[in-house]
Each structure stands twice: as C-alpha cells, then as structure tokens.
C-alpha cells in the first residue's frame, strides 16, 4: 500500500527507473502462483532498493525475509563483483520458486539461500554486513535488530520494511494486535539508539533506513 494519492503515486512510479525485464518475469508468476503476492516489494520499492544498494556499492549483504525473491535481486543489482549476499526465509515451499530467478540472474555466484528459523541462523553467521533488509514477520523485528546489530560494518545500513504498518502504527491498537505493537517499539528503538542514525521513508508501506555510526 502507499500514503500519497493516486495520481502522485503514479507520477512517482512513472518517473522512476523502469523494472527490468527478469523481475518484470518473477513479478508477474508470483501473482499468478503465489499466495499473499502483495507481500512483493514491487517495482516501485525495488527501485528504491537497488538505488540505495549501489549507492552502498556493498560487500556482504544479508536479507531477512526471502519471499519469492525480488527484494533479494533488487538489493543484489549494487552488490560488489566478489560480494555475497545471504537470504533467509522460513517457507521452504518457496525455495525452489526463488532460486529458479536467482539463477536465471547475474548475480547467481553471489547469492546463498538458507532455508529454517532467522533467529537461529542470524548468530552461526560469521559475517560482517555492509547492508541489511528485514522484511519478514514483524513480531521478531526487534529480535532481529538485537541480532545483527554487533555484525554491522562502520557506516553499514539496515533497511526495514512494512514499518508504517498499513497506518496502524498511529492508531489505537488492538489489545491480541501483536505485530503493531512490536513495530511501535521497534520504530522508537531505532530513533533512540545511539548506534545508529534513522530516517523513516513514506515509501509504500514505510521504509526505515538507519546508518549505523
């Protein structure tokens, strides 16, 4: 979803980089096959992604939230020649669907799949990261912030998503509404922790981008 009327949002989108061909491709069979397609960042957002990623020019990445693999591709386009990028994702339902683009890509000797529980593979990595994005199930936001932390590199960026929540975020929440409330938390820890520096985007559904110091 985005917050800017429609005839802005669609100036915005018109006047940005075009998609690419192969995720133009991965964009359309994931709606056609794919439960939940509107968890895709789209093309809009995977602009902003790929913008921000060559902008790093990053040697390891790490991506939190796999899906069918289009934020992973965007986020690869500013990735080092001899750079890796490490996605994680719990549906290994979907493994097969994502590593079939990620192969058909420029980028298929840069990228590694890891398939189970981020809370428990995040500490058996040994790498320092220059870019972060997490995108996966909100409530373990804050965890995973917690988690990659102390594996940033000096001037190293963490990208998060869905942070504005649908709005949710400034209105009353729901007493069993878990997911908001975390965000609210996680948003306000990120504006308050003196090691990084934040800024909140109103890009689609709200995109925080936070430097860390």
């Known amino acids: 979803m985005g917050f800017l009327p429609d005839e802005i949002d669609n100036y915005v989108v018109d006047h940005s980089q075009n998609e690419p ?17 509107r968890m895709l960042s789209g093309n ?12 790093i020019a990053p040697m390891n990445i790490l991506e939190i939230g796999t899906y069918t693999g289009y934020s992973a591709l965007c986020l690869a386009e500013g990735i080092k020649k001899e750079g890796k990028l490490i996605t994680i994702d719990k549906n290994e339902e979907l493994e097969d669907f994502a590593k079939k683009y990620f192969n058909k890509s420029l ?7 890891l398939i189970g529980n981020a809370i428990e593979i995040i ?12 995108d996966a199930d909100k409530s373990n936001y804050i965890n995973y912030f917690n988690l990659i932390i102390d594996k940033m590199n000096s001037g190293g960026v963490i ?3 869905n ?18 409330k975390i965000l609210i938390e996680y948003n306000k820890l990120l504006n308050t922790d003196t090691r990084i520096e934040t ?3 109103p890009i689609r559904d709200g995109l925080t981008i936070s430097r860390v110091k």
């Open 44 to 55: 809009f957002q995977g602009r902003v992604l790929s913008m921000l990623s060559k902008l």
């Open 123 to 134: 500490p058996t990595l040994n790498d320092k990261f220059d870019l972060v994005f997490i």
């Open 107 to 113: 980028y298929k000797n840069n990228i590694s799949q």
């Open 199 to 201: 800024v909140l985007l």
């Open 159 to 161: 990208l998060s998503d």
């Open 163 to 180: 942070v504005l929540w649908n709005g949710k975020v400034v209105k009353e929440v729901e007493k069993k509404d878990v997911d908001t």
């Open 21 to 37: 061909e192969l995720l133009k491709e991965l964009n359309k069979e994931t709606w056609q096959k794919i439960l939940n397609p």
